[in-house]
T-cell receptor, first 117, second 113 residues
Framework: GAVVSQHPSRVICKSGTSVKIECRSLDFQATTMFWYRQFPKKSLMLMATSNEGSKATYEQGVEKDKFLINHASLTLSTLTVTSAHPEDSSFYIC?????????????FGPGTRLTVL | GNSVTQMEGPVTLSEEAFLTINCTYTATGYPSLFWYVQYPGEGLQLLLKATKADDKGSNKGFEATYRKETTSFHLEKGSVQVSDSAVYFCALSSFQGAQKLVFGQGTRLTINP
């Protein structure tokens, strides 16, 4: 099946610094990628939809200036958490949408655990 | 707005037991419905899906039927295995195809030998 990778898998940073998370579709091209946030024992919450070559679409309540998304190629989207604070600590998950003649499926990365000290 | 509600976990069963994980949804229009599974240390994987009322999705012995009259998409398996231990997420997409998924809170399933 299609594979989506995320890097890093874990990151610890100091408050006020910025952190970049990469999401790659390894064996298919994805014009659309999604970024989710998952709190402990909670569901995944969609943060934004990333479209290759255009600006990301953010969900209501998500600060676009804090969570910068860049989808510069058909296989790579990045999420940068700017000026991170402890409340940004969470599990961030990306997915990439694969569209074929008979299929339309989101493939998920393994997630990145961010801890802000 | 659209929402998905799953039964509270965790769920613990013995091997070969019958499994049901309840899922109900609220949505406008005609959503597509999905079950995803997350094995320890891995990303979410699509388990099965149904795109219209009365459709039955099935995979790896799991089944779920899209019931519009009860707005439900319950996951079932007749005989679970230890390898089925994972977290299961019910989700919907109000758009055609796999766009903008709304997830339930997930149900952790543990199967004991």
């Amino acid at each position: 099946g299609a594979v989506v990778s995320q890097h890093p898998s874990r990151v610890i940073c100091k408050s006020g610094t910025s952190v970049k998370i990469e999401c790659r579709s390894l064996d298919f091209q994805a014009t659309t990628m999604f970024w989710y946030r998952q709190f402990p024992k909670k569901s995944l919450m969609l943060m934004a939809t990333s479209n290759e070559g255009s600006k990301a679409t953010y969900e209501q309540g998500v600060e676009k200036d804090k969570f910068l998304i860049n989808h510069a190629s058909l296989t790579l989207s990045t999420l940068t958490v700017t000026s991170a604070h402890p409340e940004d600590s969470s599990f961030y998950i990306c997915s990439a949408r694969a569209i074929g003649r008979y299929t339309d499926t989101q493939y998920f990365g393994p997630g990145t655990r961010l801890t802000v000290l | 707005g659209n929402s998905v509600t799953q039964m509270e976990g965790p769920v613990t069963l013995s091997e070969e037991a019958f499994l049901t994980i309840n899922c109900t949804y609220t949505a406008t229009g005609y959503p597509s419905l999905f079950w995803y599974v997350q094995y320890p240390g891995e990303g979410l994987q699509l388990l099965l899906k149904a795109t219209k009322a009365d459709d039955k999705g099935s995979n790896k012995g799991f089944e779920a039927t899209y019931r519009k009259e009860t707005t439900s998409f319950h996951l079932e398996k007749g005989s679970v295995q230890v390898s089925d231990s994972a977290v299961y997420f019910c989700a919907l997409s109000s758009f055609q195809g796999a766009q903008k998924l709304v997830f339930g809170q997930g149900t952790r399933l543990t199967i004991n030998p």
